[in-house]
């Protein structure tokens, strides 16, 4: 047998601070969830308010937005009962006020003169929509919350990209939640009952399936799944006369199957546009303002109804009279400091992150400004340069991961149009004359291509690179292929209009 032992390890590890947690989940969101956010910190935290202390406003956190909040000793900010001579000064500065009412290029300033109305409407978004027929569903209150997660995972199309198995490890190691494979099958196969019909599937065949399979079957409609299931790469090339050979039908018969096929949504999130929920779909909220005097920008951080939060006044009266409490070795004196200074800090914390959020949103914005610039002069897309996260990021000193959570989900509005911050972001290559262009203006001159070619003998990808050549810009076959595919054209044979 071997004997327990007592050992020393020297271990190097690198710790998130809460503030630095905080920003990291606030940065992913967007200007229109941020306000939800903050309601849900307000409900849970009763240590945090909204309002403004207009007796001191001097000492708010808005005026001095460049200095890191003093917290005092660290071993007694960590645990004030080891040390009951702590800092009470660090916990009383209620009067701290964030202003993040009007964020101009570094500098705060509340100007009701220059109010901006904010775009919105009224309704749910697709996600919402998704979710809302969880609750529909027979799920106990654990698989409800499974599938919640699982819709989550749906994009904008209606797919659900990711398999079960990868979601299962997703909850493991973002929640801890532990569910087997066949769990989340069984919860997939139930979104897939939702509306809009096809939704949650894991590709176009699984799609166009699950439409058919909830139809009242007919012949034709049995015809046409048997064709999906069996004869799915002969449809996706249009090799239509092999298949209508192997299954033995005639042309009246095939007609039917294939109109039936064609009535079906490929995306099935679109369906939520274009009908009578568009009316109801969520406006894009833009997070940035830019506008141009004459050359000089300027950056407004969109704050919409976003509240001013301070740190709730009973609670530092609480933690004021905790402190002048003589009886300090009590045990529910001790809780109850406890927990008072764990709910100011958590306060703390909260506005400290909503800044540091702010900051790091401003200092990017205003790297992709002056790295777009004539962009945002001319509007054309040909203005556009080579940009990629790590140029941002060398240019903020921020990591790449930072930059990427800043440009997902987030949009800005100029003169020119509303514009997600990923639309600056392109890759280069070069032309003849070995400048770096962007790949997004190569895009822009082949769709220019399609659009124009005749539609009755359209252009192959060898004549597309041929095309391509003569403009200067050299591209192997398959760049060019990669590029018509990215902007969602189908290949030359697929484009063919017979009259």
């Known amino acids: 047998m071997s004997a327990l032992q007592l050992s020393l390890q020297q271990k190097l590890q690198q710790k998130l601070t809460p503030t630095q947690i905080q920003v990291v989940k606030l940065l992913e969101l967007p200007s229109c969830d941020l306000q939800q956010r903050i309601d849900e910190e307000l409900q ?19 005026n001095d937005i460049d200095e890191e909040p003093d917290y005092g000793n660290d071993e007694a900010y960590e645990n004030p009962l080891q040390n009951e001579d702590f800092n009470y000064d660090d916990y009383i500065q209620d009067d701290e006020t964030p202003d993040y009412k009007l964020y101009r290029q570094g500098s705060y300033s509340e100007d009701d003169d220059n109010t901006r109305d904010i775009p919105f409407s009224v309704g749910i978004s697709f996600g919402e929509y998704l979710k809302s027929q969880v609750y529909l569903t027979h ?12 819709v989550g995972n749906i994009d904008e199309d209606g797919y659900l990209r990711r398999t079960a198995e990868e979601l299962v490890d997703d909850l493991a190691f973002r929640e801890g939640l532990t569910v087997s494979d066949d769990e989340m099958r069984s919860i997939i196969e139930e979104i897939k009952t939702f509306d809009p019909p096809g939704v949650g599937a894991y590709d176009l065949q699984d799609c166009l399936l699950i439409q058919l399979r909830q139809k009242e079957p007919t012949p034709a409609i049995e015809r046409a799944i048997t064709l999906l299931e069996k004869h799915y790469k002969d449809f996706t090339q249009r090799h239509l006369n092999r298949i209508r050979e192997r299954m033995h039908l005639d042309e009246d018969a095939f007609r039917d199957v294939m ?11 679109s369906a939520w546009s274009g009908t009578v929920y568009d009316r109801h779909q969520t406006t894009v909220i833009p997070d940035f303002f830019i506008d141009n005097h004459d050359g000089n920008f300027t ?8 509240p001013d939060l301070r740190v709730n006044r009973e609670y530092n009266e609480m933690l004021k009279s905790f402190k002048e409490s003589s009886d300090k070795k009590d045990k529910k004196q001790r809780e109850a400091l406890r ?27 205003q ?15 040909t203005y556009l340069k080579p940009l990629i996260l790590q140029d941002i990021a060398t240019r903020t000193g921020y ?32 032309n003849s004359e070995g400048e770096e262009i962007s790949t997004r203006e190569i895009k822009g001159i082949l769709k220019e291509v399609i659009n124009a070619e005749d539609k009755q003998h359209p252009l192959t990808d060898i004549q597309l690179v041929e095309i391509l050549k003569l403009r200067g810009y050299n591209l192997a076959r398959r760049t060019v292929a990669k590029y018509r595919e990215q902007l969602n054209i189908p290949v030359a044979r697929l484009r063919k209009k017979v009259h």
Do not use: C
């Open 139 to 150: 799920m106990d209150k654990p698989q409800r919350h499974i599938a919640k997660f699982v």
């Open 339 to 365: 927990f008072v200074k764990s709910k100011i800090d958590s306060a703390r914390w909260f506005i400290d992150a909503i800044k540091q959020r702010n900051e790091t949103l401003m200092r990017t914005m």
């Open 399 to 430: 990591d790449i991961s930072t930059i990427s959570r800043v440009s997902n989900s987030k949009y800005v509005q100029t003169e020119f149009g509303i514009f997600p911050l990923k639309f600056f972001f392109s890759e280069s290559i070069a």
């Open 44 to 62: 849970d935290n009763p240590a945090l308010e909204e309002g403004i202390d207009t007796n001191s406003d001097a000492d708010s956190l808005g």
């Open 259 to 269: 109109n039936e096929i064609t009535r079906l949504n490929p995306k099935p999130g």
């Open 367 to 381: 790297a992709i400004l002056d790295a777009q610039k004539d962009f945002f002069i001319e509007g054309d897309v």
């Open 299 to 306: 950056i407004t951080l969109n704050t919409g109804d976003i």
